[in-house]
T-cell receptor, first 115, second 116 residues
């Protein structure tokens, strides 16, 4: 699926529960990103990582956590502290050096619905 | 941090007409400006990008122009076709080192509808 795989595709959660979204890439990209997509608001950056064992907060990191224990994997946990977690979540990866520096390859997305 | 504004939010054109989408950015350190297309139910995909050392780039029916002085860039689609109907996102990123490297800030998106 284009080298970057997200799972699950659909996820339902009860209020108060944490959930983890998986993102795996086999593109040997250095950087990985999590974006949240809401209608009319574009893609907003949650967290990103340029290297294993290091990551940076994006614009809307509150209520989310990530880890980067392996180059290929960048899971996102949506915690109960996230006030409005129902959204479409997109994972992406990119090289940091040319050729193709900063060109994002996206996963197919995970749609989270809080019941 | 960077702020990217995109206009219009929706754009409706007749097949064969041209479409123009405009974006402005705030951070003068930004020097990489890609455009992504997201078809309904699919993932965003890069359609064209421009780096700050050029003012214009063209790829068949698609072109992007950049005005660094005014901090704005635009996507131009000529001879539009129904399959051009999608959501288009602009973005901006610094291309230097540091922790912001590779961090894309996206605009709000434009829903383009091309009527046959």
């Amino acid at each position: 699926d284009g080298g970057i795989t997200q799972s699950p595709k659909y996820l339902f959660r009860k209020e108060g529960q944490n959930v983890t979204l998986s993102c795996e890439q086999n593109l040997n990209h250095d950087a990985m990103y999590w974006y949240r997509q809401d209608p009319g608001q574009g893609l907003r950056l949650i967290y990103y990582s340029q290297i294993v064992n290091d990551f940076q907060k994006g614009d809307i990191a509150e209520g989310y956590s990530v880890s980067r224990e392996k180059k290929e994997s960048f899971p996102l946990t949506v915690t109960s502290a996230q006030k409005n977690p129902t959204a479409f979540y997109l994972c992406a990866s990119s090289p940091l050096r040319n050729p193709g520096a900063n060109v994002l390859t996206f996963g197919a997305g995970s749609r989270l619905t809080v019941l | 941090g960077e702020n990217v504004e995109q206009h219009p939010s929706t754009l409706s054109v007749q097949e064969g007409d041209s479409a123009v989408i405009k974006c402005t950015y705030s951070d003068s350190a930004s020097n990489y400006f890609p455009w992504y297309k997201q078809e309904l139910g699919k993932r965003p995909q890069l359609i064209i990008d421009i780096r700050s050392n050029v003012g214009e780039k063209k790829d068949q029916r698609i072109a992007v122009t950049l005005n660094k002085t005014a901090k704005h860039f635009s996507l131009h689609i000529t001879e539009t076709q129904p399959e051009d109907s999608a959501v288009y996102f602009c973005a901006a990123s610094p291309n230097a080192g540091g922790t912001s490297y590779g961090k894309l800030t996206f605009g709000q998106g434009t829903i383009l509808t091309v009527h046959p």
